[in-house]
């Protein structure tokens, strides 16, 4: 556990389901990025397709304004990240995965990223990031799982094979 | 009189003896820069005609010329300080940890965008002090336009000074 600056009483309330699956806090409160930024791997700035390019905010591509804040407009802009939709969460090596949440007004709320155990990595807004065991667990406060995408983890993000040393008798 | 308020103030003004005619309004930004100053006059809402009149002497003076405008009243801005805080306080509390769009929502953040431009200079000062994501009421209560480089969005620290900048561009 990371800190103790987050109230687990908020997250108990927002998701029920944790605590039965298990849950691990791995950062500290923070509003400088947000749960799109932290599934992309970027932790240092806070995605948002806003209302105006004028607030400021980080969206990787031109904003199409009839589709703001809906789950089509977040997907244009993982695709231009270089993630595709895939139809499982099973766990690909050289692969990385994320999850994207919608809400029934086709609104996307949340995305989460794949960690290489097949567990799952949430940034909760302007709170912490949290481990989770099941995508299922954070519903239904951010929505229902809407799709998964995928995109081949850049060479330089694979981990390595572990060297292992064996000493000589 | 004007010059005898405190300095930082509201003042709404009749229409007499300044018209809702732009004529009349310029006729009082005349006044008010021979009183205080450089002043910048801006015209919020052309249908409206809503015109903030900013000294250089962070001076705030809010004219609303509207067919049912009052007679001349004074707020001193500490009202607007303290609503500030007590509405941005309830956004931290309660605002909803999911994304952007439904943070902004928040009644309490809609109620700081509703007190306009004499907002702005406590909400630059909480920028300064705690970097949050107060850019949606400035970009829409201000208009202003490209105030952040493209290098820094997204990046909240950088944000809150690139609007301090502005802010602080403006006096």
């Given at each position: 556990m990371i800190g103790d600056d987050t109230k687990y009483e908020y997250w108990r309330t927002a998701f029920p389901k944790l605590?039965?699956?298990?849950?691990?806090?791995?950062?500290?409160?923070?509003?400088?990025y947000n749960c799109i930024a932290h599934a992309v791997g970027t932790n240092d700035r806070w995605w948002s397709d806003a209302e105006s390019e004028d607030e400021g905010y980080y969206w990787p591509i031109d904003r199409v304004e009839s589709r703001i804040g809906q789950v089509e407009e977040l997907e244009a802009a993982l695709a231009h990240e270089g993630f595709v939709k895939c139809d499982s969460t099973r766990v690909e090596p050289g692969y990385e995965k994320v999850a994207i949440y919608v809400k029934d007004d086709n609104r996307w709320e949340h995305a989460a990223r794949q960690l290489n155990d097949g567990r799952w990595?949430?940034?909760?807004?302007v709170n912490a990031d949290f481990s989770h065991a099941t995508l299922e667990c954070?519903?239904?406060?951010?929505?229902?799982?809407y799709c998964y995408m995928k995109r081949v983890v850049a060479a330089a993000a694979v981990s390595p094979a572990p060297t292992v040393l064996i000493s000589a008798p | 009189m004007i010059a005898d308020l405190p300095?930082?103030?509201?003042?709404?003004?009749?229409?007499?003896?300044?018209?809702?005619?732009?004529?009349?309004?310029?006729?009082?930004?005349s006044y008010c820069q021979t009183s205080f100053g450089p002043a910048m006059l801006e015209m919020r809402?052309?249908?409206?005609l809503e015109w903030y009149l900013i000294v250089q002497s962070k001076f705030c003076i809010y004219h609303t010329a509207t067919?049912?405008?009052?007679?001349?009243?004074?707020?001193?801005?500490?009202?607007i300080a303290r609503r500030f805080r007590s509405l941005a306080d309830e956004w931290y509390r309660d605002?909803?940890?999911?994304?952007?769009?439904?943070m902004c929502e928040h009644?309490?953040?809609?109620?700081?965008?509703?007190?306009?431009?004499?907002?702005?200079?406590?909400?630059?000062?909480?920028?300064?002090?705690?970097?949050?994501?107060?850019?949606?009421a400035l970009a829409r209560i201000t208009g202003a336009k490209n105030v952040v480089p493209e290098e820094s969005r997204g990046k909240l620290p950088e944000m809150a000074a690139a609007w301090v900048t502005w802010w602080n561009s403006r006096q």
């Open positions: 605590q039965s699956v298990g849950f691990e806090k791995t950062s500290s409160k923070t509003s400088e990595s949430t940034k909760d807004g954070v519903c239904p406060h951010y929505g229902r799982v | 300095i930082t103030s509201k003042v709404y003004l009749s229409n007499r003896p300044y018209s809702a005619s732009s004529d009349g309004v310029r006729s009082f930004a809402n052309p249908r409206d067919s049912a405008a009052t007679t001349r009243t004074f707020h001193p801005t500490e009202e605002r909803p940890r999911g994304d952007l769009h439904r009644p309490a953040y809609q109620q700081v965008i509703d007190l306009g431009w004499d907002v702005v200079p406590y909400v630059i000062e909480e920028l300064n002090r705690k970097p949050e994501h107060w850019f949606r």
